[in-house]
Each structure stands twice: as structure tokens, then as C-alpha cells.
């Protein structure tokens, strides 16, 4: 009797978490192997941001910097003008070159934590080999290890996602994704326009307060800053540019969860479209600029939040 008590009893648990938690998404992501892939996946995105910071300094600040002393000491010129063609050469042979490797690196560690997630298989003619366990680790190991920046990297994906098959969740974490970096490069690339603006008319209204002559504003500070302005219009577009391809492959996501809805579906049909959906977000991820950790981390609760409301209520539209 007893026995028989215990194992309905079981059951019933079972049943009852088969019942709220119908895939293993939110385990797998925040299981340690899933963090750990997250660790490494962040890190190599702050090494590729902090080559790119370099590259902002030698593209943007040494100009400006050279320009403005040789306005202020002509004697100098010849000595920095040999800077800036260093600093540029040194720029393309080496820091854009380090930099596109971290960013493909980094494509291939979300890559390889999206198929572990969603349950996908390594397309090795997209990505080619997978990233070794011992680069994951070496990668991981030099993440922060506080609480809080370990906390950031938990329920990557939202919750709520749980309570779905599998071959509807996985759509609904691709559709997501898509969203999120097609939104968060839709407002980084309005940052990016207004503060260099803002940096243009702070100058340009200290030289109008020093009564300086429309000859010697141009030459005193539009030169310096145009360097500035080029990068912001350049980074702009880039991001403008990304967010519009994003939002067009988030549409077709969303085209197939309509027809998912509508009607009876092949799960295997869905599985090899979510396989088409991870491809374009790979070589998306490979290309896609960086975004500056600070405008990040601005953007980011207000985003998170949104995202999280957006998937909860798909998920209730599908039945979910």
C-alpha cells in the first residue's frame, strides 16, 4: 500500500514538472556549462572591446589630439604628422585584424552555447571546427568571478520559454535574440550620433565665448573634431544597417510562429527552419559591430525587461 502510495506520488511529480518545465533551456543556461560558455563568450567580447577602444584612440583621438597641437605649436608638425601614419598603419595591420578575430571567436562561443541551449546541432560548414573545451575554459577563466557580473549572465534566455516544447522554445529564444540585438543596435546608434554632437557643440560654444574669428573655428576645432564626426556617422549607418537586417529575419521568425499557431506543423520541418534561423544569426554575429560596454549597460534592464514581457506574451498568444 505504502508502495503504491510513493509511486503515485512520484508520478505525480513528475508529471506535474513535465508539465511546467517542457524543455531543459533554463537548465542548460544556467547550468555550469552553460555559464561557463557565457564567461567565455563575454570575455572574448571585452577583449575584442577593448582593441576596439584602441582603435577609437588611434582613429579619432590622436587626429584630434595632433591637429589641435599643431595649430597650437606649428614647430611640431612634421614629428606628429609621423605619428598619425604610425598609429594608422599600426591600426590596420594589427589592432583590426586582432579585433575581427575576437568577434569571430565570440560568434563561435555563442554559437556553440545557442546549440548546446536549444538543443541544435554544430553546423560545421557554416562555422566550421567548434571551439575547443580547453579554449572555452582558458576564455571563461578570465571572466570576473563577482557575484554580480556572474548574475548578469543567468536566464540569458527568458524563463518563461520553459513551458513550451521544445521546437517552440527554441523559436521563441532565436525570435528573441533577433529582437534584442536588432533593438539595442536601433538605440546605440542613436547614442552614438547624439553625444559626439553634443562633444562638437560644447567646443564650438566655448570658441564663440572666446570670440574666436568663423576662420579659426573651422581651423581650431572643426578640423580637429571632424575625425570624431565621421566615426559617429560611419558607426550610425553600421548599426542602423544591422538592426534592419535583424528586424527583417525577426519578421520571418515571426511569419513562422504565426503559421505554427494556425495550424498542425512537421517538427522536423521546424527543427531544420530553426537550423536556417541559427545560421543567419551566426554569420550576422560574425559582421555585426561592437557596441560599447557603457551604452550596454545603460540600455540594459530597461531591454531585459522588455524582452522578458515580449516572449511571455507570444508564448501565451501560442497557448503556452
Known amino acids: 500500500m505504502a508502495f ?25 543556461q544556467n547550468s555550469s556549462k552553460g555559464i561557463g560558455m557565457l564567461k567565455a563568450r563575454q570575455q572574448t567580447y571585452a577583449w575584442a572591446t577593448t582593441l576596439q577602444i584602441l582603435q577609437l584612440i588611434a582613429g579619432v ?24 601614419l604610425l598609429v594608422l598603419i599600426l591600426d590596420i595591420a594589427f589592432i583590426d585584424r586582432w579585433m575581427s578575430k575576437f ?26 571546427e567548434e571551439p575547443t573545451p580547453e579554449s572555452v575554459s582558458f576564455a571563461a577563466s578570465k571572466f570576473s ?13 527568458p524563463v518563461s520559454v520553459g513551458r513550451a516544447p521544445i521546437h517552440i522554445a527554441r523559436l521563441a529564444c532565436q525570435r528573441t ?17 547624439v553625444i559626439p554632437l553634443l562633444i562638437v557643440a560644447v567646443f564650438f560654444a566655448v570658441g564663440l565665448g572666446a570670440n574666436l574669428l568663423f576662420s579659426e573655428l573651422v581651423l581650431a576645432i572643426a578640423v580637429p573634431l571632424t575625425p570624431l564626426l565621421i566615426w559617429s556617422i560611419r558607426e550610425h549607418f553600421r548599426h542602423r544597417d ?21 495550424g498542425p506543423v512537421v517538427v522536423s520541418d521546424l527543427e531544420a527552419k530553426s537550423r536556417e534561423f541559427q ?41 503556452y
Open 103 to 128: 568577434i569571430r571567436q565570440a560568434a563561435k562561443l555563442s554559437e556553440l552555447f545557442d546549440c548546446y541551449v536549444l538543443e541544435l546541432e554544430w553546423n560545421e560548414f557554416v562555422a566550421g
Open 4 to 28: 503504491c502510495i510513493m509511486a503515485r506520488f512520484q508520478f505525480t511529480l513528475a508529471f506535474e514538472r513535465h508539465e511546467s518545465e517542457m524543455n531543459e533551456v533554463v537548465a542548460k
Open 242 to 262: 544591422t538592426a534592419a537586417s535583424q528586424q527583417a529575419l525577426r519578421a520571418s521568425a515571426d511569419a513562422l510562429m504565426k503559421s505554427v499557431k494556425s
Open 61 to 84: 583621438l590622436v587626429p584630434i589630439t595632433a591637429s589641435i597641437s599643431a595649430l597650437i605649436y606649428p614647430c611640431t608638425r612634421p614629428y606628429l604628422a609621423s605619428l598619425a
Open 145 to 157: 568571478s563577482s557575484a554580480n557580473a556572474v548574475g548578469k549572465l543567468m536566464n540569458w534566455y
Open 177 to 193: 535574440n533577433l529582437w534584442y540585438d536588432a533593438e539595442l543596435r536601433r538605440r546605440y546608434s542613436d547614442w552614438v550620433v
Open 279 to 319: 545560421d543567419a544569426i551566426y554569420l550576422r554575429r560574425r559582421a555585426n559591430p561592437l557596441v560599447f560596454p557603457v551604452v550596454y549597460s545603460l540600455l540594459r534592464n530597461d531591454m531585459e525587461r522588455d524582452m522578458n514581457a515580449g516572449a511571455e506574451e507570444l508564448l501565451e498568444r501560442m497557448g
